[in-house]
């Protein structure tokens, strides 16, 4: 399935993705001290031995502890049983017989031109080869090189107890063709919740390229970067377990890093205009405000009485923050008066999703696990928790819970709903009246993530239970094309044009 969809924008994405370096004895050994490890193995049986503490291997066991670092991360042999694999290297190396491979009877070759064949020391000497290899080193360049004009699109994905991160491009041709794959993947620990992208520079210049990742079960949030390919870490870890202790038959002892979540991350929203900030929603029942750069957690907001589903920072007052919960509630708050009470909306049901309208500081919409969808108004807001501000509209969406909500960020009132009913609808609210303009099953089965693209406007990146990345070219649409033809025709003018 597919949980979560971020969109990179055009152009910040390294051409050719960086190699990583294996990890170092001091990265595995902070794996080990976390207890990542025995977290990983899925309920594997434990050793009989009473109390049970996460250790160091050895120094005799580096084989064996590389080969459980990397199970861990989901890239160990399927084949490892004691001596298997290198019986099997000793008896092919013994067939072929290397030690006499120089002895062989010299003379010219009856079948040869009779010059004798031509010998190249080097396949780099050999036209033949060399071509051929100048040829499939050029194809898979080009398979591994993201142009300027390619769309870059973070799938959060889980497959046969397979979490990763999958980097997918959308590229067309010049003849209007376009064409969807995988370009490389990032295995993580846990199954991917949510993503936020975040272009903060935690490694220096101007900016970078990341994800931030919340995963269940696990109080941490994980932040990968997106131009290195293989990497094994993550190169930040905001919050999480610093140290956990095992009795047999008895609750884990847990002690967790300063300021982390006490359970699995549910939401994430970073702040475009103070790049460093992220803020998380939780099952623990709270909202953080990190600071990716320190990798700090500043602010700790508990207006919640039940799991936290969703977050959203206001487009144009930046400072300004929504969360929804199961506890049937929005709560808005300025993160530089956190200890004010804010602002509360009850809603119907459990929340599923929040958005804030792009074209408007003053209008958000949040979507229900009732299969609704309710706008409001802030400036009908009121802080007491007695009174209730009516929405400004509620729309009956869909029949099952509806999981994601993307307004277009170019063309107003145009919003985008995806359900667990299979089905995503493109809404017209203009006026707080809302109508649906065009329906389609995607063949995602239950949606989870519904994105519109910032640089490309119309595309709508559709993810759900099958597993399969949809894009849905929605300027194609006649209802569409019909209402918002003239945004359409300035999304594909070329700038400066």
């Known amino acids: 399935m597919i949980s979560a969809i971020s969109w990179v924008p055009r152009g910040i994405s390294k051409p050719v993705p960086s190699v990583a370096d294996p990890p170092t004895k001091e990265e595995i050994d902070e794996l080990i001290k976390t207890g990542a490890l025995e977290r990983s193995e899925d309920g594997e049986s434990e050793d009989g031995d009473g109390e049970m503490d996460v250790e160091t291997p050895k120094k005799g066991d580096q ?56 010998y190249y020391p080097s396949n780099d000497m050999d036209p033949y080869l060399k071509d051929k290899d100048d040829d499939e080193e050029s194809e898979d360049s080009d398979d591994m090189t993201i142009n300027p004009t390619d769309s870059v699109i973070v799938c959060a994905r889980n497959e ?12 067309e041709s010049e003849d209007g063709e376009s064409n969807v794959y995988v370009h490389h993947d990032v295995i993580i620990s846990s199954f991917p919740l949510c993503t936020a992208w975040l272009d903060c520079p935690l490694k220096g210049g101007d900016k970078g390229n990341f ?50 979540h006490r359970d699995s991350v549910l939401g ?35 207006h919640h009485t039940d799991k936290v589903q969703a977050v959203a920072w206001n487009h ?37 999703s929040l958005a804030w309208d792009p074209h408007t500081e003053h209008s958000f919409v949040v979507s229900l696990e009732d299969g609704t969808v309710k706008g409001f108004d802030i400036r009908a807001a009121t802080s007491s928790s007695t009174s209730e501000s009516k929405p400004s509209f509620t729309l009956h969406a869909h029949d099952k819970a509806v999981c994601a909500i993307s307004y277009n960020p170019s063309a107003p009132n145009l919003l985008a709903t995806g359900s667990t009913d299979k089905m995503v609808k493109l809404w017209d609210v203009s006026n707080n009246q809302p109508s649906c303009i065009s329906s389609r099953n995607p063949k995602a089965g239950a949606v989870f993530s ?15 239970s099958k597993g399969t990345l949809e894009v849905w070219d929605t300027s194609y649409d006649a209802a569409v094309a019909q209402r918002f033809g003239s945004y359409i025709k300035k999304s594909r003018t070329p700038p400066g044009s």
């Open 268 to 302: 994430l929203a970073w702040n475009k205009f103070y790049r460093n900030v992220l803020a998380s929603a939780s099952a623990d029942k709270q909202v953080k405000i990190w600071d990716v750069a320190t990798g700090k957690c500043t602010i700790t907001m508990e």
């Open 450 to 464: 519904v994105s519109f693209s910032e640089d490309n406007p119309f595309l709508l990146a559709i993810g759900g």
């Open 211 to 260: 994800i931030a990742v919340g995963l269940m079960d696990e109080p941490s949030i994980e932040i990968w970067d997106l131009d290195i390919i293989d990497e094994v870490q993550p190169c930040v870890v905001l919050g999480g377990i610093a140290e956990m202790k095992k009795k047999k038959g008895k609750k884990a002892s847990i002690k967790y890093k300063e300021g982390s």
């Open 160 to 171: 046969d107890d397979v979490s990763q991160l999958e980097i997918w491009l959308y590229v």
């Open 316 to 352: 144009f007052a930046h400072q300004v923050l929504l969360s929804g919960s199961f506890d049937r509630s929005v709560v808005l708050k300025d993160g530089r008066a956190s200890s004010h009470s804010g602002y509360k909306w009850t809603v119907t049901a459990d929340v599923e």
């Open 63 to 118: 084989i064996s502890q590389a080969l459980e670092v990397a199970k861990a991360l989901g890239k160990a042999s399927k084949v490892t049983e004691s001596g298997s694999k290198f019986d099997d290297i000793t008896d092919g190396l013994r067939e072929l017989d290397m030690e006499h491979y120089d002895d062989e009877e010299d003379g010219i070759d009856p079948f040869s031109s009779g010059l004798g064949d031509l």
